[in-house]
């Protein structure tokens, strides 16, 4: 089949690269504008955008894909499949039905549960045990259209948002081929989504990133792991900006809210209102993130019991 795929984020690559690959022709990717980043604010291309150049691949920028204007060039591409997967912006409803077999997503949590732009940092914050992928047709509502298959599978003890989002890259590729077969067939079959138990997840803002410590451990946990690596949550100890991008929950009873308990070469636990939590992963500001051992190990002194964050 000849497909475009529509992605931009490091999530998506490994199921571009399965489908280029395989038997069917990729007639070109979308992405998403570069952005700048860093201190020198230098622009940065996509994980996606680098594979199509070194590759070859055909690239539209989304700008030259929204409106109306471009549905006859799209035809002119002869595309079966439009696929979508961490896009980033919503697909013009026009577009949804250029290619022969429809347009299809590949979304980041068990639909119809968190429908919207952060459903894996989502599933992270609000504590579930499980997650998965699943493929869907597209329609004009937002993450509203049937499911073709769903994949399930837990979310570990001390999982953040990144090491959701490998297993997901994992899952997806795994499963691509598979997917595209069955709608190059017509051997698949769909099921409406149940209104009754969706939810959305909004996007994340850097005004959730502080955190609360008197706020449960379980609940300190799930903001940190989730939402690592961006925006990450912080909190202020000696002045100082501490970006923490890993935690646990240690069943150490709590003391007052944000006091230090231990902090010594092995662990690094600061009080939630019911339980410890053990921080894994930080940073000082403009600095490296580090796993909590090396930190201790170039900078023992710096926290301290009884000392508490703000």
């Known amino acids: 089949m000849n497909i475009l795929f529509a992605a931009t984020p490091k999530i998506a690559l490994k199921t571009l690269e399965t489908i280029y690959e ?3 022709d990729l007639v070109g990717v979308v992405c998403a504008e570069e952005k700048r980043s860093g201190r020198g604010l230098k622009f940065v291309k996509s994980p996606i955008r680098v594979f199509a150049e070194e590759k070859s691949i055909k690239i539209f920028a989304y700008d030259e894909i929204k409106g109306k204007g471009f549905g006859p ?5 002869n595309i079966d499949l439009l696929l979508v997967f961490a896009f980033g912006h919503i697909i013009d409803e026009d577009l949804l039905y250029v290619a022969k077999h429809g347009s299809f997503n590949i979304h980041t949590s068990l639909l119809p549960k968190y429908r919207g732009a952060a459903p894996i940092q989502r599933s992270i914050i609000n504590c579930d045990q499980e997650t998965g992928i699943t493929f869907m047709k597209m329609d004009a509502g937002l993450d509203t259209g049937p499911i073709v ?4 599978f837990p979310i570990e003890e001390g999982m953040n948002t990144e090491d959701l989002e490998e297993i997901m890259s994992d899952v997806s590729s795994r499963n691509i081929l598979q997917t595209i077969d069955s709608i190059e067939d017509n051997s698949f079959s769909l099921t409406e989504q149940n209104e009754n138990e969706s939810s959305y997840a ?9 955190i609360d410590w008197a706020k449960s451990a379980e609940e300190i ?5 989730g939402l690592c690596p961006n925006p990450c949550a912080f909190s202020e100890y000696k002045n100082e900006r501490i970006i923490i991008h890993r935690a646990k929950i240690n069943a150490l009873p709590a003391s007052d809210p944000g006091k230090v308990i231990k902090a010594d070469k092995n662990e690094f636990l600061v009080s939630g209102i019911d339980q410890c939590v053990e921080i894994k992963e930080l940073a000082r500001q403009n600095k490296k993130r580090m796993e909590y051992k090396s930190f201790y190990n170039g900078s023992k002194d710096f926290f301290n019991s009884d000392e508490s964050f703000k």
């Open 149 to 152: 298959k769903s994949i399930k």
């Open 22 to 24: 395989s038997k069917h």
């Open 73 to 77: 060039g799209l035809e002119n591409l």
């Open 202 to 210: 909004p996007k994340i803002t850097k005004d959730e990133a502080r």
């Open 221 to 225: 946990v799930g903001k940190i792991n």
